[in-house]
């Protein structure tokens, strides 16, 4: 009688065990949409650029593959641990595949040299005290402790590039908020199968030492505001306008449609020096006149005489000179 509260003691703490286990059920809240049980978590906090989550201990089965890309090895160790929960264990049985799966990335990486990635599958919740022993040899089981973790999420696909990519970013904001985590390693974190196209979920995960950094120790960063772009008001614009410009040069360059006609005279003389006259300001010249060299103008344009110095000359001529061959009288010649 003396060992059954004992006994009930033992059964009370197992029974607590397997409850903190950390698998449960999946729901629509959870990323695990494609499988019946989910890894549980406890959210610790949330900032812009990471979450910091609490794991319980976890038991999950896991083979490792050496390769150059994380892809590649994680296609390699996906094929035996599916071959394990599909009935490649000793006692034959059948598991339900569960999320999401692990792997371990290790930082330290030569693209000359292959790295080795370890798969881990989480074990079902009715298989995480006695699971079923494997069959391959190069699976074993892997006792997750309890850790917090610094998380990123991202979309698309798990690759080598991306998985580094996001890796690389949340390291950037764990110094920048001075936070203590393993350098060693990080994870790779899937929830989707390789079927699902669309509304995908991937993670990047480093352990942390300590105690977790949900703060930004330094000074917060002022938002940034973008500067407005100076517009110059209409005012300002109108003076740069084309109307504006062309009043300026024309006020600059002269140009007989804006002179007024009051001031246009038939005579050509009146015209601007260094502009010719059109043809309704050019002086009509008559055929019977001809063209005039050195024309002076005369004050009466109406005087037969003064058509030009030609005419004045011709007739001083006339009146002034001897004829050399006089024309003799008739009368006066003596015929005899």
């Known amino acids: 009688m003396e060992l059954f509260p004992g006994l009930v003691a033992l059964m009370a703490v197992m029974v607590s065990v397997g409850a903190e286990g950390g698998v449960g059920p999946s729901n629509n809240s959870s990323f695990c949409s494609e499988s019946k049980e989910c890894l549980e978590y406890e959210l610790v906090c949330k900032t812009d650029e990471y979450e910091v989550r609490h794991y319980s201990p976890t038991r999950w089965v896991s083979t490792d593959a050496e390769a ?45 040299e292959p790295a080795i990635y370890t798969l881990s599958f989480l074990l079902p919740a009715a298989y995480q005290e006695r699971p079923p022993t494997p069959t391959n040899d190069k699976l074993y ?7 917090d973790v610094y998380v990123r999420s991202y979309g698309g696909w798990m690759l080598s590039v991306t998985s580094r990519l996001h890796a690389h970013l949340l390291t950037k904001e764990l110094a920048r908020v001075q936070a203590d985590y393993n350098h060693t390693y990080h994870y790779g974190v899937g929830y989707d199968s390789p079927l699902k196209l669309m509304n995908r979920h991937n993670e990047v995960w480093y352990v942390a030492e300590g105690e977790a950094v949900c703060s930004d120790p330094q000074e917060p960063t002022p938002p940034h505001t973008p500067t407005p772009t100076h517009t110059p008001n209409a005012t300002p614009n109108a003076t740069h306008t084309p109307n504006a410009t062309n009043t300026l040069n024309t006020s600059h360059t002269p140009n007989a449609t804006h002179i007024p006609s009051s001031t246009i005279s038939d005579s050509p003389s009146d015209l601007p020096a260094n502009r010719p006259p059109t043809p309704s300001q050019a002086p009509e010249v008559t055929p019977s006149q001809g063209p005039v060299v050195g024309e002076t103008p005369s004050a009466n344009s109406s005087d037969p005489q003064a058509d030009g110095p030609w005419n004045n000359t011709v007739e ?21």
């Open 68 to 112: 150059y890309f994380m892809g590649v090895g994680a296609a390699m160790a996906f094929r035996r641990l599916f071959q394990y929960i599909t009935g490649a264990n000793n006692g034959g049985l059948q598991m339900e595949m569960t999320a999401p799966v692990l792997v371990r990335i290790p930082e330290e990486t030569r693209m000359w």
């Open 141 to 147: 089981f892997t006792e997750m402790p309890s850790m």
């Open 316 to 336: 001083a001529s006339l009146e002034d000179t001897p004829s050399d061959n006089p024309v003799a009288d008739p009368t006066d010649l003596n015929l005899a």
